[in-house]
């Protein structure tokens, strides 16, 4: 837990002080969003799901990631407009607010919390839930969201072409044959820079002076994130027959998990108010520290 702490940690303030110091151009973040995009994340999505063992009984939990995506979906843009928030600043918050951290916070914060026999769950959840959510409809959400030209056909396009999108089909149509090793740990190696590099842009962008005129929406977006989802899937999944305690508990730490960093890249990517999706980001990780072991602490 402490090693995990350091790493996001380090990895935002160093990209803090980078920004501060004036020796990296302003195009930093930039760069490393289009490497996360393009190359880290493909890289650990084609390793992560061509060794998926799928577990039939967990198909209620791999669902949740894409409830929450959807409940962000109709929470923000029924209460953004209402509050008088800009498209871009809804759009923002339905990524940042939709999507879960659930593999670089989640699964050793769940390993922390309940062992080994929970980190089983939680992958199942990360990688049909929240890694699919974000390769197609937060994809396409995205791109309607920043596209000036939204017909069906050019939307449907850039999704196809979207890099993770690919190695997501990738993985699913090589998933019957093994790879040699080398492939593998080159995967691996590629996919383990997403999260210093997401974390080090999202500091390079992360600035408090944000804060002016985005408290409302912030608060707004790590409510919903941190309480509103773990508390909406906990009373769903008591109303399903037939799902054992350890499911249970880790599905709603899984939708109570901070949000994925790789969402506020995304924002950031489309230009959907990048300045706010770092704030949820880069306050919404230390907090949910708290809140997720507070939850587990509640459904006992």
Not at 83 to 99: M, N, S
Not at 162 to 184: Q, R
Not at 281 to 293: E, Q, R, W
Request: aromatic share 8%; with cysteine.
């Amino acid at each position: 837990m402490s090693q995990l702490a350091g790493l996001l940690a380090a990895s935002l303030l160093f990209g803090v002080f980078a920004r501060r110091s004036g020796r990296f151009p302003e195009q930093t973040a930039l760069v490393l969003n289009a490497y996360v995009l393009n190359v880290a994340l493909p890289a650990l999505v084609l390793r992560a799901i061509h060794r998926l063992t799928l577990v039939p009984e967990l198909l209620i939990a791999a669902a949740t990631p894409w409830l929450v995506f959807g409940g962000s979906w109709l929470f923000f843009r029924a209460l953004g407009p209402r509050l008088g928030f800009a498209p871009r600043t809804v759009a923002a918050l339905v990524l940042t607010g939709g999507l879960s951290n659930t593999s670089f916070v989640g699964l050793p914060l769940i390993e922390g919390l309940m062992g080994r026999d929970g980190v089983q769950v939680a992958v199942v959840i990360d990688q049909l839930g929240s890694f699919l959510a974000l390769a197609t409809v937060a994809t396409l959400f995205a791109t309607h969201a920043a596209a000036k030209d939204s017909r069906p056909r050019v939307l449907l396009w850039k999704v196809l072409g979207f890099p993770p999108f690919i190695a997501l089909v990738v993985a699913f149509l090589s998933h019957p044959w093994d790879w040699p090793g080398w492939v593998d740990v080159v995967l691996g190696r590629l996919g383990d820079l997403l999260t210093p590099l997401a974390l080090f842009s999202v500091g390079f962008q992360l600035r408090l002076s944000g804060l002016r005129g985005r408290v409302r929406a912030l608060a707004l977006g790590l409510g919903y994130k941190l309480v509103l989802c773990p508390l909406v899937i906990a009373l769903l999944l008591l109303a399903l027959p037939g799902i054992s305690r350890l499911t249970f508990e880790v599905t709603v730490l899984q939708a109570g998990m901070a949000p994925m960093v790789t969402a506020a890249i995304l924002a950031a990517e489309h230009e959907l108010d990048p300045d706010l999706s770092a704030l949820m980001v880069g306050l919404g990780i230390p907090l949910s520290f708290a809140t997720v072991p507070c939850a587990l602490w509640l459904l006992r």
